[in-house]
């Protein structure tokens, strides 16, 4: 089943990119008959002077493109990942969750007013946003430390749950590699969340090692592998 959730909706998911060109991408947005979920249509002008805008793709993923201050003047020629943003309902109980199952430290902000943000993702003015991210580096995190991982929860503005599926287009799933998977499912099964797997188990990879697929406190879908 296709999904097609939106910024606001838990369940969705959003990649953030930084681009040399910002309207480079967006003549080749225009070819493929892009949607933009930026109010007006076009890029902002956001205060740190680099030039934003959020953008759909195929599968109905949010994509948030940035063009740093001076970024053309300076050459730039590749595109380098920021990170992945979720959308999540119970930010509280994931910390709780995060923290005392997988032992990652995370830090749940206050609900505020998601400023530039509000116009980037098209939403209601009156809307409130929570950022939950790992205060100290180098845990979630991506390859060479270029990629990182948020979960963000909206409140005042209508919303609708998604619980999709893995084959689901539209569906993320947030995948994390772990030491020792075998205490992790114990936790999983402590904290009552569902495992996926089937039967409930431990799925031994081909190439060696195992994994697991649940449902966390939020509703993201995680995959934990041990290599």
């Known amino acids: 089943r296709v999904q097609r959730p939106r910024s606001v909706d838990p369940g969705a998911a959003m990649l953030e990119l ?4 910002l309207d480079v991408v967006l003549r080749a947005a225009a070819r493929l008959r892009t949607p933009i ?3 007006g249509a076009v890029p902002l002008r956001l205060s ?14 949010g994509v948030a493109l940035f063009q740093p201050a001076g970024a053309a003047a300076r050459g730039a020629s590749t595109t380098i990942s920021l990170g992945l943003r979720l959308t999540v309902a119970a930010p509280a109980t994931m910390v709780r969750f995060y923290q005392q199952a997988l032992g990652v430290p995370l830090h749940a902000g206050e609900f505020v007013s998601p400023g530039e943000w509000t116009a980037l993702l098209g939403a209601a003015s009156a809307a409130q946003w929570a950022v939950t991210e790992v205060p100290s580096a180098g845990v979630l995190r991506g390859a060479q430390g270029q990629s990182e991982v948020q979960f963000v ?9 998604f619980s999709g599926r893995l084959q689901d287009p539209g569906t993320a799933t947030l995948c994390l590699r772990v030491s020792n998977l075998a205490p ?12 996926l ?12 090692g195992s994994t697991v ?9 995680v995959d934990l592998v041990q290599r």
Do not use: C, E, K, N
């Not at 740190?48 to 953008?55: C, E, M, Y």
């Not at 929860?153 to 749950?161: D, G, K, L, N, Q």
């Not at 697929?213 to 879908?221: E, H």
């Open 184 to 195: 992790a499912l114990r936790a999983i099964r402590s904290a009552r969340l569902r495992v």
């Open 213 to 221: 697929l649940f449902r966390d406190p939020a509703g993201v879908l």
């Open 153 to 161: 929860a909206f409140r005042h503005v209508t919303r609708h749950t």
């Open 48 to 61: 740190d002077g680099s030039r934003a805008v959020v953008l759909l793709d195929p599968d109905g993923y």
């Open 18 to 21: 930084s681009v040399p060109d």
């Open 197 to 208: 797997s089937a039967g409930g188990q431990l799925v031994v990879l081909p190439g060696g």
């Open 37 to 39: 979920v930026t109010m």
